[in-house]
Protein backbone atom coordinates (compact mmCIF):
# COMPACT_ATOMS: atom_id res chain seq x y z
CA UNK A 1 0.00 0.00 0.00
CA UNK A 2 1.32 3.28 -0.98
CA UNK A 3 2.94 5.19 2.27
CA UNK A 4 1.15 8.60 1.33
CA UNK A 5 -1.35 8.43 -1.06
CA UNK A 6 -2.01 10.92 -3.49
CA UNK A 7 -4.62 9.30 -6.20
CA UNK A 8 -7.13 6.88 -5.08
CA UNK A 9 -9.90 4.67 -6.94
CA UNK A 10 -11.74 2.63 -5.47
CA UNK A 11 -14.08 0.28 -6.83
CA UNK A 12 -14.69 1.92 -9.75
CA UNK A 13 -16.92 1.27 -12.77
CA UNK A 14 -17.67 2.83 -16.25
CA UNK A 15 -19.59 1.47 -18.79
CA UNK A 16 -20.00 2.80 -22.11
CA UNK A 17 -23.82 1.85 -22.72
CA UNK A 18 -23.67 -2.05 -22.55
CA UNK A 19 -19.76 -2.21 -22.84
CA UNK A 20 -18.72 -2.36 -18.75
CA UNK A 21 -14.89 -0.95 -19.51
CA UNK A 22 -13.48 -0.50 -16.24
CA UNK A 23 -14.87 -2.91 -13.68
CA UNK A 24 -14.25 -2.84 -10.25
CA UNK A 25 -11.10 -0.58 -10.50
CA UNK A 26 -8.76 -0.33 -7.30
CA UNK A 27 -5.76 1.77 -7.81
CA UNK A 28 -3.33 3.78 -5.43
CA UNK A 29 -0.38 6.16 -6.62
CA UNK A 30 1.66 7.45 -4.11
CA UNK A 31 3.07 10.53 -3.78
CA UNK A 32 6.15 10.90 -6.04
CA UNK A 33 5.24 7.18 -7.96
CA UNK A 34 5.43 6.33 -11.45
CA UNK A 35 2.68 4.04 -12.20
CA UNK A 36 2.82 2.84 -15.68
CA UNK A 37 -0.43 1.61 -17.14
CA UNK A 38 -0.23 -1.41 -20.16
CA UNK A 39 -2.24 -3.76 -21.90
CA UNK A 40 -3.65 -5.14 -25.19
CA UNK A 41 -6.27 -2.12 -27.05
CA UNK A 42 -9.70 -1.70 -25.69
CA UNK A 43 -8.15 -3.57 -22.10
CA UNK A 44 -9.97 0.13 -20.57
CA UNK A 45 -6.13 1.64 -19.93
CA UNK A 46 -7.18 5.32 -21.77
CA UNK A 47 -10.68 5.33 -20.23
CA UNK A 48 -8.92 4.19 -16.64
CA UNK A 49 -6.27 7.55 -17.07
CA UNK A 50 -9.53 9.93 -18.06
CA UNK A 51 -11.72 9.14 -15.42
CA UNK A 52 -8.69 10.80 -12.65
CA UNK A 53 -9.39 14.26 -13.49
CA UNK A 54 -12.77 13.51 -14.77
CA UNK A 55 -12.77 13.70 -18.68
CA UNK A 56 -14.51 10.58 -18.22
CA UNK A 57 -17.54 10.13 -15.38
CA UNK A 58 -17.99 7.08 -13.55
CA UNK A 59 -21.17 5.05 -12.84
CA UNK A 60 -20.09 3.77 -9.62
CA UNK A 61 -16.68 3.71 -7.01
CA UNK A 62 -14.82 6.69 -5.70
CA UNK A 63 -11.92 8.66 -6.98
CA UNK A 64 -10.00 10.89 -4.70
CA UNK A 65 -7.12 13.18 -4.86
CA UNK A 66 -4.82 13.95 -2.02
CA UNK A 67 -7.87 12.96 -0.17
CA UNK A 68 -10.38 14.70 -1.84
CA UNK A 69 -13.40 13.20 -3.90
CA UNK A 70 -13.24 14.31 -7.21
CA UNK A 71 -15.09 17.50 -8.13
CA UNK A 72 -18.59 17.00 -10.59
CA UNK A 73 -17.94 20.30 -11.98
CA UNK A 74 -17.55 24.13 -12.41
CA UNK A 75 -14.82 25.85 -10.76
CA UNK A 76 -13.48 22.54 -8.78
CA UNK A 77 -13.24 20.90 -11.70
CA UNK A 78 -10.96 23.78 -13.08
CA UNK A 79 -8.92 23.29 -10.15
CA UNK A 80 -8.41 19.77 -10.05
CA UNK A 81 -7.51 19.59 -13.82
CA UNK A 82 -4.92 22.53 -12.87
CA UNK A 83 -3.47 20.17 -9.67
CA UNK A 84 -4.00 17.48 -12.05
CA UNK A 85 -2.32 17.57 -15.49
CA UNK A 86 -2.51 15.75 -18.53
CA UNK A 87 -0.92 15.39 -21.63
CA UNK A 88 -2.66 13.50 -24.87
CA UNK A 89 -1.70 11.41 -28.13
CA UNK A 90 -2.41 14.74 -29.24
CA UNK A 91 -0.52 17.69 -28.65
CA UNK A 92 -3.77 19.96 -28.04
CA UNK A 93 -1.78 23.14 -28.74
CA UNK A 94 -3.36 26.31 -29.95
CA UNK A 95 -2.74 26.55 -33.88
CA UNK A 96 -2.96 30.59 -33.64
CA UNK A 97 -0.70 31.33 -30.39
CA UNK A 98 3.06 30.87 -30.03
CA UNK A 99 4.62 28.46 -28.12
CA UNK A 100 5.37 30.66 -24.97
CA UNK A 101 1.18 31.79 -25.21
CA UNK A 102 0.34 28.29 -25.33
CA UNK A 103 2.16 27.54 -22.27
CA UNK A 104 1.69 30.62 -19.97
CA UNK A 105 -2.37 30.69 -21.42
CA UNK A 106 -3.63 28.91 -18.15
CA UNK A 107 -1.56 30.16 -15.95
CA UNK A 108 -3.02 33.80 -16.75
CA UNK A 109 -6.35 31.84 -16.65
CA UNK A 110 -6.94 29.48 -14.14
CA UNK A 111 -3.70 30.32 -11.43
CA UNK A 112 -4.12 34.21 -12.18
CA UNK A 113 -0.65 34.72 -12.51
CA UNK A 114 0.56 38.40 -13.83
CA UNK A 115 1.77 38.04 -17.47
CA UNK A 116 5.32 38.58 -16.74
CA UNK A 117 5.13 36.46 -13.98
CA UNK A 118 3.24 33.45 -16.21
CA UNK A 119 6.13 34.20 -19.16
CA UNK A 120 8.95 33.36 -16.90
CA UNK A 121 7.79 30.40 -15.65
CA UNK A 122 7.21 29.58 -18.99
CA UNK A 123 10.47 30.69 -20.42
CA UNK A 124 11.83 28.17 -17.60
CA UNK A 125 10.07 25.31 -18.63
CA UNK A 126 10.32 25.63 -21.97
CA UNK A 127 14.19 25.66 -20.60
CA UNK A 128 13.99 22.27 -19.18
CA UNK A 129 12.32 20.38 -21.91
CA UNK A 130 14.77 21.70 -23.93
CA UNK A 131 12.55 24.44 -26.54
CA UNK A 132 14.16 27.70 -24.91
CA UNK A 133 14.94 28.69 -28.14
CA UNK A 134 11.60 27.69 -30.08
CA UNK A 135 9.18 30.12 -27.36
CA UNK A 136 8.21 32.42 -30.16
CA UNK A 137 7.27 29.96 -32.72
CA UNK A 138 4.14 28.91 -33.48
CA UNK A 139 3.17 24.98 -33.23
CA UNK A 140 2.95 24.38 -36.66
CA UNK A 141 6.94 25.48 -36.90
CA UNK A 142 7.60 22.62 -34.75
CA UNK A 143 7.94 18.57 -34.80
CA UNK A 144 5.46 16.54 -33.31
CA UNK A 145 8.05 15.41 -30.63
CA UNK A 146 8.87 19.13 -29.77
CA UNK A 147 4.97 19.75 -30.06
CA UNK A 148 4.28 17.08 -27.29
CA UNK A 149 7.61 18.41 -25.47
CA UNK A 150 5.34 21.82 -25.06
CA UNK A 151 2.67 20.17 -23.88
CA UNK A 152 3.99 18.88 -21.07
CA UNK A 153 5.51 22.41 -20.43
CA UNK A 154 2.05 23.66 -20.50
CA UNK A 155 1.15 21.19 -18.10
CA UNK A 156 3.63 21.58 -15.48
CA UNK A 157 3.24 25.27 -15.82
CA UNK A 158 0.12 25.10 -13.39
CA UNK A 159 2.04 23.36 -10.93
CA UNK A 160 0.62 20.28 -10.89
CA UNK A 161 0.25 17.26 -8.22
CA UNK A 162 0.38 14.80 -10.68
CA UNK A 163 0.64 14.26 -14.21
CA UNK A 164 -1.25 12.09 -16.13
CA UNK A 165 -0.15 10.65 -19.68
CA UNK A 166 -2.57 8.74 -22.04
CA UNK A 167 0.08 7.55 -24.66
CA UNK A 168 2.10 10.49 -25.57
CA UNK A 169 4.69 9.16 -27.73
CA UNK A 170 1.68 7.33 -30.26
CA UNK A 171 1.09 9.63 -32.56
CA UNK A 172 4.48 10.36 -33.03
CA UNK A 173 7.61 9.28 -35.74
CA UNK A 174 9.67 7.03 -34.19
CA UNK A 175 12.73 9.43 -34.07
CA UNK A 176 10.90 11.71 -31.97
CA UNK A 177 9.12 9.30 -29.42
CA UNK A 178 12.99 9.44 -27.31
CA UNK A 179 12.74 12.85 -27.01
CA UNK A 180 9.69 13.17 -25.06
CA UNK A 181 10.16 9.97 -22.85
CA UNK A 182 13.64 11.67 -21.85
CA UNK A 183 11.39 14.32 -20.69
CA UNK A 184 9.35 12.50 -18.77
CA UNK A 185 12.00 10.09 -17.38
CA UNK A 186 13.89 13.16 -15.53
CA UNK A 187 10.33 14.23 -14.31
CA UNK A 188 10.40 10.74 -12.96
CA UNK A 189 13.52 11.08 -11.55
CA UNK A 190 12.94 14.88 -10.32
CA UNK A 191 10.37 13.00 -8.18
CA UNK A 192 6.95 14.29 -10.22
CA UNK A 193 3.48 11.58 -9.59
CA UNK A 194 2.79 10.48 -12.62
CA UNK A 195 0.29 8.19 -14.26
CA UNK A 196 1.32 6.97 -17.56
CA UNK A 197 -0.74 4.76 -20.44
CA UNK A 198 2.27 3.79 -22.68
CA UNK A 199 3.25 0.94 -25.43
CA UNK A 200 6.55 1.97 -24.64
CA UNK A 201 8.00 -1.27 -22.69
CA UNK A 202 11.64 0.40 -22.48
CA UNK A 203 10.08 3.46 -20.36
CA UNK A 204 7.93 0.96 -18.07
CA UNK A 205 11.13 -0.73 -17.67
CA UNK A 206 13.25 1.82 -16.60
CA UNK A 207 11.24 4.63 -15.18
CA UNK A 208 8.41 2.98 -13.29
CA UNK A 209 8.15 1.86 -10.07
CA UNK A 210 5.09 0.03 -10.61
CA UNK A 211 3.66 -1.56 -13.81
CA UNK A 212 -0.43 -2.26 -13.85
CA UNK A 213 -1.37 -4.84 -16.58
CA UNK A 214 -4.79 -4.28 -17.91
CA UNK A 215 -7.32 -6.55 -19.54
CA UNK A 216 -10.79 -6.25 -20.33
CA UNK A 217 -11.58 -3.53 -18.17
CA UNK A 218 -9.89 -5.30 -15.03
CA UNK A 219 -6.47 -4.65 -13.26
CA UNK A 220 -5.25 -7.95 -14.01
CA UNK A 221 -0.85 -7.04 -12.30
CA UNK A 222 0.19 -4.81 -10.00
CA UNK A 223 3.88 -5.42 -9.69
CA UNK A 224 7.11 -3.66 -10.14
CA UNK A 225 8.59 -3.67 -13.35
CA UNK A 226 11.17 -6.25 -13.02
CA UNK A 227 8.56 -8.56 -10.94
CA UNK A 228 6.33 -8.14 -14.36
CA UNK A 229 8.72 -8.22 -16.92
CA UNK A 230 10.70 -11.37 -16.15
CA UNK A 231 7.75 -13.34 -14.52
CA UNK A 232 3.94 -12.76 -15.29
CA UNK A 233 1.82 -14.55 -13.16
CA UNK A 234 -1.51 -14.14 -15.65
CA UNK A 235 -1.47 -15.64 -18.71
CA UNK A 236 -3.28 -12.88 -19.99
CA UNK A 237 0.46 -10.79 -19.16
CA UNK A 238 2.61 -13.91 -20.59
CA UNK A 239 0.31 -13.72 -23.77
CA UNK A 240 0.89 -9.93 -24.01
CA UNK A 241 4.29 -10.05 -23.29
CA UNK A 242 5.32 -12.55 -25.48
CA UNK A 243 3.54 -10.22 -28.35
CA UNK A 244 5.33 -7.57 -27.51
CA UNK A 245 8.93 -8.13 -25.93
CA UNK A 246 10.78 -9.32 -29.05
CA UNK A 247 12.55 -12.04 -27.95
Do not use: W
Amino acid sequence: MAVDPLIELRDVNKYYGQLHVLRDINLTVGRGEVVVVIGPSGSGKSTLCRTINRLETIESGRIAIDGRPLPEEGKGLAQLRAEVGMVFQSFNLFAHRTVLANVSLAQLKVRKRKKDEADRRSRELLERVGLASHADKFPAQLSGGQQQRVAIARALAMDPKALLFDEPTSALDPEMINEVLEVMQQLARDGMTMVVVTHEMGFARSAANRVVFMADGRIVEDRTPEAFFTAPESDRAKDFLSKILKH
